[in-house]
């Protein structure tokens, strides 16, 4: 019967409707006669109800008003004024249709308490069937169907959700009252509802709302807490998160009205508070009218396009109308719907799809010159800690070779603005990754002298980790808690520096308009955070308990890893910016005599592909590198000299050392991979 029903709802209204109107016109004559209906009058009240029935229903569907399936749940102000309206207007069509069939016999009073009796019983019906909604829902669940949820902000966002509950039975919650910050709202009475007190009371209020309803015997206790605060910053969810901890209760977060406009969630929907409310500080905001300014009319080149941060600068740029846009990545799968995603949403975009390979030293020099590209974001880079200590000699070759190729060909050609994409693992490097990003933020601060076609900008950027880029550590403990665990921590001590993907991008188009040469840029990321801690917040965001529902392994240190990361070296000076949250970092900058012979050896130890040779060699430009792992042979003394072991130089790397120490000056350098027989 139910599922007829359902399938058939406009039918069952519309004999709802009918039986309303009718009833709401015989009433209107009983009040006309004193409840006792003359028979001379009979002929007149039956014309008069073939009128008002045909009429009423027939304007209701011309006019698209056809009766709601749902009469209670979703009423609201607007619909009473709507219904007010259509029953002025149905009663005064069929008023004057009886006024000219049936004439003056027809009683006048029932002109006007006709549509009066038809509102209240039309709006009266849809209270009533909102009342049982609620009043079924609150009073009259089974033991042990509902949850207790106390709702944190008594305001719009609060009381729509409360309204929503208490509809919405199979949401399965009875609210139980409001918490909420604003002093002046204890002990206010919303929806029925009090204000109990603020966050800092939430430990108080549970063990008292628990003790009181295990008086009466009801198994309910209160099991979450909503955050109806949709425009509260990441430090105001962080610390409701925080007093709902404390109080031993779960805690959700309502949608802002972004989320409802989008379609995404419905306001009895709460979505789980994302990673990004705990960072614990505001993000970042750009100064959009400088980095446009740096960005608009040029012809912007982007390596690692289709990687995390790549992709994201990608979209930014393009809404900075560049004269052209080049996206540049090896992966050509990802390349392919980055491109889908951009010509879609900027059609009149001049974007250049490349795939290529970094390591390619004639391919970007070429890509370089054929589209006339005037800034260099380099975001292409082997980024993965523990696959790059087992593949030094390629960890190499693409973020050291590769970054060496693309600035030798940005200065052979007009590119005035060369943006490094750097990371905090460069800083007293313990990994190869790292190790690989400290050389090539090197060689990029080298190239800030001016030369004769005018002065090139070239600076990197230092930030953390990025929050769920491809293979970081959110995305897995996502995976893991989805699977039932465990949850895989590498050391209970472990703290990292966190950023959105958005704020990465911020920082380093904004590096691109600051950038005089040779500087490092720093992000004010506040205080690092304890990866036990993540997994922990993370586990319980997910309605699981730690230890409990999901269990947490440490697994150990991995190679190349340390427990804390560093922004900036002790030898650095760290210097403040126009933007009040970027910091900058100088150092002395090599120069390219020093440079030169040291990467020329450094080709001749790849051709060998003895990676342990390799690394020697990188330490010798990197004194601070310390490897967290024992490694098979020891380091020799850091120093900037290379350590050749009784290795003799093949002739073509002695002609080529010579080559880059002469023209170091002009721009003429270019250092190429070799190739082995």
Not at 347 to 364: S, Y
Not at 405 to 429: C, E, G, M, W, Y
Not at 514 to 520: R, Y
Request: proline share 5%; hydrophobic share 45%.
């Amino acid at each position: 019967m139910s599922n007829l029903v359902r399938r058939h709802w406009w039918i069952w209204a519309s004999m709802r409707y009918l039986a309303l109107v009718s009833l709401g016109y015989y009433f209107a004559w009983l009040l006309r006669f004193d409840f006792a209906i003359p028979s001379t009058e009979m002929g007149s009240f039956y014309r008069g109800f073939a009128i008002v029935v045909s009429v009423k229903l027939l304007i209701c569907l011309i006019l698209g008003l056809k009766m709601e399936r749902w009469w209670g749940q979703h009423q609201s102000f607007h619909d009473l004024i709507r219904l007010l309206g259509t029953s002025l207007l149905t009663s005064l069509v069929a008023g004057a249709m009886i006024f000219a069939i049936v004439g003056r016999e027809f009683p006048r009073s029932v002109y006007f308490l006709d549509p009066l009796i038809c509102f209240l019983l039309i709006g009266g019906a849809r209270f009533a069937s909102r009342l049982y909604d609620e009043v079924k829902t609150q009073f009259f669940a089974k033991p042990g169907e509902q949850k207790g949820l106390l709702i944190y902000g008594a305001g719009v966002a609060g009381v729509a959700l409360a309204r929503e509950i208490r509809s919405n039975e199979k949401l399965g919650y009875k609210v139980l009252g409001f918490l909420d910050d604003d002093p002046a709202k204890r002990g206010m009475h919303l929806m029925g509802l009090s204000v109990l007190g603020t966050g800092e009371d939430a430990p108080r209020i549970v063990a008292s709302l628990n003790q009181r309803m295990a008086n009466q015997r009801q198994k309910m206790t209160v099991a979450e807490i909503a955050v109806a605060m949709p425009a509260a910053t990441g430090l105001q969810v962080r610390a409701a998160v925080a007093r709902g901890e404390a109080a031993g209760v779960n805690c959700r977060i309502v949608p802002g009205l972004g989320e409802l406009i989008s379609g995404k969630l419905a306001v009895g929907k709460m979505r789980e508070i994302s990673v990004t409310d705990l960072l614990g500080r505001d993000a970042v905001p750009l100064d959009q009218e400088s980095v446009s300014q740096s960005i608009a009319n040029r012809v912007v080149l982007v390596t690692g396009a289709a990687g995390s941060i790549g992709s994201e600068l990608c979209r930014q740029i393009a809404q900075l109308e560049p004269t052209r846009l080049v996206a540049l990545d090896v992966a050509e799968s990802p390349l392919f719907f980055l491109e889908q995603e951009l010509r879609q949403k900027h059609p009149n975009l001049d974007l250049v799809i490349e795939v290529g390979d970094i390591r390619d030293a004639n391919h970007m020099e070429r890509v370089i010159e054929d589209k006339g590209v005037e800034s260099i974001y380099h975001a292409a880079a082997f980024k993965h800690v523990p696959m790059m200590e087992r593949q030094v000699c390629e960890a190499v070759r693409n973020n050291v070779i590769g970054t060496w190729n693309l600035v030798q060909a940005a200065r052979r050609s007009k590119v005035s603005n060369f943006v490094l994409i750097s990371t905090d693992k460069a800083v007293n490097p313990s990994s190869i990754m790292g190790l690989t990003k400290r050389v090539a933020e090197l060689i990029v601060s080298s190239q800030a002298a001016p030369d004769h076609r005018g002065k090139k900008r070239f600076v990197a950027v230092r930030f953390g980790n990025v929050l769920v880029s491809n293979g970081s550590v959110v995305p897995i403990f996502q995976k893991q808690i989805a699977s039932g665990g465990p949850v895989m921590v590498t050391h209970p001590d472990m703290r990292r520096y966190f950023m959105t993907v958005q704020e990465a991008v911020h920082l380093v188009m904004q590096a691109g308009a600051l950038g005089q040469g040779s500087e490092v840029f720093l992000l004010d990321m506040g205080k690092p955070v304890k990866i036990m801690d993540l997994a922990r917040n993370m586990i319980r965001l997910a309605g699981f308990e730690p230890d409990e529902d999901i269990e947490i392994k440490v697994s150990g240190m991995r190679p190349g890893e340390k427990l804390f990361e560093e922004l900036s070296l002790g030898q650095e000076d760290l210097i403040p910016t126009a933007h009040p949250k970027i910091r900058s970092v100088r150092g002395r900058p090599l120069t390219m005599l020093e440079l030169a012979p040291w990467l020329a050896e450094l080709q001749h130890r790849l051709v060998r592909r003895d990676g342990m040779a390799v690394t020697r060699h990188l330490a010798t430009l990197v004194p601070e590198y310390r490897p967290s792992v024992a490694t098979p042979e020891p380091l020799p003394g850091f120093a900037l000299a290379a350590s050749h072991e009784n290795e003799a130089h093949p002739s073509e790397i002695l002609a080529e050392t010579k080559s880059l120490a002469a023209g170091a000056g002009a721009g003429n350098s270019g250092l190429h991979p070799a190739t082995s027989n």
